[in-house]
Structure formats: C-alpha cells, structure tokens
C-alpha cells in the first residue's frame, strides 16, 4: 500500500505535543491538536459568564498551549503564519475527527495505562492504513497496542522526536513485532525526507538509545565529580566542546532540560533493570534534594546554576549552597586547546593520567564505552545507528564507537583491562582478529565492523559528503579559502573552507576560477559547504587592518574585485545555486543573491547586517536585494519604488535577520526561483538538482537591464524615518550618518524616481558609500568591538 501524510493529529498538546504539531506545520501539514477538556472554569470565564459546556472553555487547554507557541524560545515556529496550519479541539468532542487524518501522533502523560486507553479510543476512529505513532521517551511500544486491533497494530510504531522538535535532529523510529515492514520503511523515509530528521531504527527497550546512553553517561560524570570532589563548574569546563560536546556540556545541559524531567527518564530505566546498572541509573542524594527543593534548573530560576547579580554561581553538592564558579585549567587542557580537531584533543586529554583534567575525562568517557558496546545489539542493530543517536540526538561530534576509534582501541581496551574492567567479549575477539579499530576508510567508502566483519555503510543518495568526495581525488582546483569540486552528473561545487567560512581575496579567487571553469566544462555550479553555518560575512579583521594602515586603495580593489566576481556568478551562462544554511550574513547573504537560484535550509539566518558593524553591504547586496524584491512583484501590478526602496532600506538599516528558510522568504531573500529543504543534509545534493533542472530547462543567462530608482524623493522618505528613530533615541548620530550612505545608495543618488540606471552606477555607488564608512573613526571602532567581544557597538 503506498502511504501519503496529507494530514495530522497530536493527540497532547503539552510542550512536546505542541512543538510536534509546530514541526508538522513548518513543513505544511495541516494539523489537528487535541487535549483534555477542563474540568473547571478558570476566574476570568466565570467573570464571562462561560461554563464547562462552552467551545472556548472546552478547547481552553490546547487552545492556550497553540499561542505559547508565539512566546517559546527557540521559536518553534518557523514562521507566524504556520499557525494557521494548527487546528485545536478536545478529546470528547473531536476524537472523531481523526478519521480524516493519515498520521495520528499520540503524545500524552508517560503511563502505560492513559497510553493504553488513548491508543484504545484512536483505534474506534481512525481510518483503516492510518498510521499511528507514539512519542513516549521509554515505555514499552508493544505494550500499548496490545489491546488493539490487528490492523492498527500492523501501522503502529514509536516516533520518538527530541526537544524542541523543530531544532533537535534525532528521530527514533521503534518498531513492534506486528509493524508492517512497510510502514516502518515509509515512516523513516518519511522522516528523513519530509520532516528533515536524522532517522535512527531503535528497538522497544527501556529508553530507546539515546536517552539510555545518554542518561548513563551523565550520570556517571554526576558520581564522578562527587566521588572525586570536582566542582559543578569545573566538570562542566572540560566536558563540553573540549570533548566535542555543546557548550552547555553536563550540568548546563541539566539545567536546561530541567531536572524533573531527566530524574523521571532516568528512573524509567532504574524501575526496568537490575544489578549495577539499576544503580547507575539511582539518582544521588543531592539531587533529590533539589528536586525536593523546587530547584529544577531554567524553568525554576536556579538548578546547578544560579545567576545572581550578573554572576554565575554554581551549587556546592556538598553543602547545597552556592559559590562563585570554578573552571579547570591544567596543563592537559592547555596542551588539549592548542590541538586541532575533537579526536586530537580527546587523545591528547586521555593520555593525561596524572593531569586531573585528563583523569576526569577518562573516569567520564570510559564507562560510556563499555556500556555502550555492552547495549550493541540489544538496543540497536549495529553501532552506526548509537553513533548517530548519541551525535543527533545529544549533540555529540562524535559517537561512542567513533570516540573510542579516536582514542586508539587497543590502547585503551589495555588500560580498562589493568585498571580491573570487563571490556565486553565481541570487543576483545575484535582486537584479537587484528581488527584496529571500529571504522575504517577506503576509497571514499566507510566500513564498520559488525559480528566479525567489515560491512560498508550505506548512505542515503541525497547526503552527499563533501569530505567524501574531495578523499575520493573529486577536487577540481583548491586555495586557502575555497575548494572546486565535482560533484559528479556534470555539476561542480564550490565549497568555502576558511575561518568560519569569511570571504576573502582567495575566495573571490575561486569564484572567478569557478565560472570560468563551469562555463567550459560543467552544466551548473553549486555554492555550498558542509561547515557550521554558510558564511559570517567577509573578512573583517583584514578590512579593519588596512583601514587602520589607511590603505584605502588596497581596500577599494578588495571591494571591486567582490563586486566584480558577484556580477560574473549573475551573468554566468551556466546556472548557479547557492546552498545556504544555518548564518548566512553580510558577504554570505551577498553570494546568495546574485545565483540563479537559491536552495536554503530550512535553518538558514540571512541578512545583510554590516550596519552593526559601521558599514553598509559593499558586495552588491544592496542591489541585489532591491532588484529581487522588483522582481518579485506581478507583472500586471504596479511598481511603488519608494515602498520597495524602503522596505530594502529597513531591513539592511535594521541588520534583519531572518530566524529561518521561510522566513527569509518573507523577508524578500528568497523569491520564487528558491526553494527550502527542510534536511540540511539534503541541501548539496538539491542545490545540485535544482542546477540539472535549471540545465535541462534551456537555462539562459539573465539579460543585462537597467533598474529604475525611487531617486530624491525615495532618499528623503528613507532619511525621514531614519531622523524619527534619533529623535526618539533608538538611533545615535552615527547611525543616522550609516542610513544617509544606504538611503544614497538604494535610492540611486539624487535623480529623478523612475530614473533608468545601470548597475554598475549602483554598484560604485555602493563602493564609494562603504570606503567613507571604513574611514570613519566610530565605524572602526564597531569593528574592532565586533571582532573582540562578538557582539556590536552603538556609538
């Protein structure tokens, strides 16, 4: 039977019940969200005169927890508008309307029997192939279908999402003994390609993987620090990104899910297993304590964590008092900073067994070790899939049998050995066999070992791996900045490498390279990479340092040359696709505009924010933005220039950025020509088919034209809103000096509006207005503050 999600419902409109719908709207399925009907009218009904029979009352609760959508941070919401996308109702009145719905998604209190019941009632009203899910953290996926009929069971299996479901990538598909083997291939190609999520097949144990692993393993970094008398604050400083962990590291991160929530996880698997590990997972005194106490972490204003008049302060488990934090810095974790890459520093941090720092981290990572290959198998199918649990589900850069590859196997299953600790049995035949390690690379292919063998990893087409490719001899030409890949079917890519993906004259270099190369022997070009984010803008550091030696000269040729080399990717004669994702500012959002077409993830933040740091876009992307947003106007519509120019001049005066794909939409970064992925993982591999269907389609370099301008009028409505924010002190005098050079610039100068003008008139315009910027002594001041403290200066 082939399945098709048209519709939805979320049983549970709770904090995860209400992002799971959010998620289902930001990609565009209409969603049905019921909870409980009151039992009590609340004071302001009853002063409305309102009663339990009421629709308003009875939809209270899932109605209520639709608009704190609006107020959750991160936003869950990719755009306001998917609001509308969400239905509400209640369970007594609208549990029939589920026999509309091809996907029901239960999400109610974790107990077997209300789950039970529920299920009960969904299996009355659904429609026959509807599949149903359930996004429980741990009970038994079998045992609530049990009771239900063979139909329902044969399309029900667990979705275990991750909080908050738009941001975190982990989806744990479960399937039953009864779950149709189709449903189970559908609902992971579903996930995967539909809701963007890393897909990972569990099996019905307690916990699932990652939460079992990762539950472990915080716990034992908790009865570490007591044991050996580690502060909060000094775990916390090495078991973050030194180890390739979030920044949030150990008890950061408790705070942040909430303490509450991670004793009930933890006691879910304490109540279903014996032995040591039924201690492992007993939570300490101390915690109960707080738990006891109210002190939950971020939800209650303090946890392990207090902020107290602009400081942090960290608890004292043995005192339950707080104190100033504390770091740990020692000479291994000095040796570890000067290390590059994660495998490196955890190398460099395990072999430091006479450093306390290097004693922590091996007390810490190597129990993780054990019980993970201890679960291999009884959890998962193979080590891949708690690799890639623990990396998208946690965070991890790298997965436990990943991290122990990096550390050296042998090595270390020696040291666990002398130190008195059962390494597991398939471990130990592994290395005997003369097996190195867990993974292994050859010819661009990934192998791991699995019962006594090597198997190559499969991989979705779609993930095309950069890394990969460039190992498999694919580099067309490379400098310090940027790589030309093939990236195979007659498309190449061009991929930014360099600090934080800044662009610079190397980059520029490439890009030139690129067209021309592209032109003679490629159907298109993709403008893509695999890094943290697209692009943070261009060199800043470098333009502040020639600014300060006064070569201005230097300065404007850089400038020129960016402007050039935006102009050659507009006008090529083989179509371009930029790939953005994640931020996507000043320089970054300035290659995107001029391509062909835009093919963003669904995580892209775009802007043009240079006004933070003094300047205004010098790479065309004043331009470019404004002739996108005529472009996007109807043909049969009449243009106002002076509300495009202005709605382009606000956005750039206000540094705007986009908080997602759909939003940068709606901002006028994308038209269209543009599409979003919703996996970020996908995103090379669509940006290289939008360029084949672009190829395919008889794609034509866009005709050269000149653009009208809103002119002096559009530069006096422009300025006259830039004044109102002075006077009204929400802009200083250099601000307003910023948003003259920008209202010159989009306006076209002082000519008539409806002036036709080239756009290398714009462009010098553009150029001439950055160079006076640079110049300026408060504008060098918001660069320098921008490059030392991250954030920007208003002077």
């Known amino acids: 039977m082939a399945h098709k999600i048209k519709r939805a419902a979320v049983l549970g409109s709770g904090v995860m019940g209400a992002g799971i719908a959010a998620h289902l709207a930001n990609i ?20 409305r005169g309102l009663t339990l029979e009421d629709r308003t009352v009875r939809n209270r609760i899932s109605s209520d927890n639709k608009q704190k959508l609006l107020k959750h941070k991160p936003a869950p919401l990719t755009s306001k508008r998917n609001m509308d996308l969400i239905e509400i109702g209640n369970f007594e009145d609208d549990l029939n309307r589920i026999a509309d719905v091809d996907w029901v998604v239960e999400v109610v209190v974790e107990n077997l029997d209300i789950k039970k019941k529920v299920l009960a009632d969904v299996d009355r009203f659904r429609k026959q192939g509807a599949i149903v899910s359930s996004n429980t953290s741990g009970i038994s996926i079998e045992a609530m279908a049990e009771d239900c009929s063979e139909d329902f069971r044969s399309h029900f299996l667990g979705t275990h999402f991750f909080n908050p479901p ?35 097949e569990a099996k019905d144990t307690p916990n699932f993987i990652a939460n079992r ?21 000094e775990v916390d400083s090495v078991t973050g990104p030194l180890i390739g962990r979030p920044k949030s590291a150990t008890f950061r991160t408790l705070d942040v899910v909430g303490l509450d929530t991670f004793a009930h996880v933890a006691k879910n698997v304490y109540d279903q297993v014996d032995g040591e590990e039924k201690q492992a997972f007993e939570i300490p005194a101390f915690m109960k304590q707080m738990l006891d106490k109210g002190w939950l972490g971020s939800k209650s204003g303090q946890g392990f964590f207090l902020k107290q008049k602009g400081e942090i302060l960290q608890l004292n488990p043995q005192t339950m008092d707080y104190e100033p934090r504390a770091k740990l810095k020692t000479r291994a ?21 006479d450093d306390r720092a290097g004693d922590l981290v091996w007390s810490v990572l190597k129990p993780v070790l054990i019980y993970s290959a201890q679960l291999a198998g009884e959890i998962a199918d193979d080590i891949v899939a708690i690799d890639k649990a623990m990396k998208w589900g946690f965070g991890w850069e790298l997965g436990p049998f990943e991290l122990w590859d990096a550390i050296g196997l042998e090595t270390s299953v020696k040291r666990m050995k002398d130190e008195g600790d059962a390494v597991p049995g398939w471990v130990e035949a592994m290395i005997k066999e003369g097996k190195e390690s867990f993974y292994k690379q050859e010819n661009g292919n990934v192998y791991f070992y699995h019962e006594g063998n090597y198997i190559q990893q499969s991989f979705n087409k779609k993930n095309i791996h950069l890394k990969r490719l460039k190992e498999g001899k694919n580099v067309i030409k490379k400098n310090a900045g940027a790589s030309l890949i093939d990236l195979g079917d007659g498309v190449a890519g061009l991929e930014f490498h360099s600090q934080s993906n800044s662009i610079g004259p190397d980059i520029v ?23 943290k984010n697209f692009c943070v803008g261009a060199n800043l550091g470098m333009i502040l340092m020639e600014a300060q030696d006064f070569n201005f000269f230097e300065i404007e040729m850089v400038v020129k040359n960016f402007q050039d080399s935006m102009m050659r990717l507009k006008y090529s004669d083989k ?64 243009v106002d220039l002076q509300k495009v120019a202005v709605s382009v001049f606000e956005k750039i005066a206000m540094a705007k950025v986009s908080t997602s794909g759909e939003e940068a939409k709606e901002n006028g970064f994308l038209d269209q020509m543009d599409a979003i992925s919703p996996n970020g993982d996908h995103l090379i591999h669509d940006a290289k088919e939008k360029v084949l269907g672009l190829a395919g389609a008889g794609y034509t370099a866009p005709k050269r034209t000149k653009v009208p301008v809103a002119g002096e009028q559009g530069y006096a409505t422009m300025l006259l809103g830039a004044k109102s924010l002075l006077l009204s002190g929400y802009a200083s005098e250099h601000d307003l000096k910023i948003a003259e050079k920008l209202a010159n610039v989009l306006a076209g100068g002082r000519l008539k509006e409806g002036t036709l003008v080239d756009e290398q008139y714009l462009l010098d315009l553009e150029r001439e207005a950055f160079l006076s910027l640079v110049g300026e002594p408060k504008s060098q001041a918001r660069m320098q503050h921008m490059l030392m403290k991250g954030k920007p200066l208003r002077n």
């Open 213 to 233: 692993i990762g539950t472990y393993g915080l716990l034992i970094t908790v009865q570490q620090m007591l044991e050996k008398g580690y502060s909060v604050g």
């Open 28 to 47: 565009g399925i209409p969603t049905l969200m019921l909870d409980m009907a009151p039992k009590e009218l609340t004071e302001a009904e009853k002063n």
């Open 166 to 200: 738009r941001y975190l990538k982990l989806l744990e598909v479960i399937p039953t003994k009864d779950t149709d083997p189709e449903v189970l291939q559908f609902m992971k190609t579903f996930g995967e390609d539909v809701l963007g999520k890393g897909v990972v």
């Open 575 to 638: 179509p371009v696709v930029a790939a953005p994702f994640g931020m996507t500012l000043g320089g970054g959002a300035e290659v995107c505009l001029p391509a062909s077409a835009i093919q963003a993830s669904s995580e892209t933040y775009m802007g043009l924010v240079e006004t933070g740091v003094g300047l205004i876009p010098g790479g065309g992307g004043n331009k470019e933005l404004y002739m996108k947003q005529l472009r996007s106007i109807p043909k049969d519509v009449a």
């Open 333 to 353: 974790t000095e040796a570890a900073k000067q290390e590059k890459g994660t495998r490196r520093k955890l190398k460099t941090l395990v072999a430091a067994n």
């Open 509 to 531: 270099q490439m890009i030139n390279y690129a067209v021309e190369e592209v032109d003679k022997n490629f159907e298109g070009l993709v403008l893509g990479n695999q890094g």
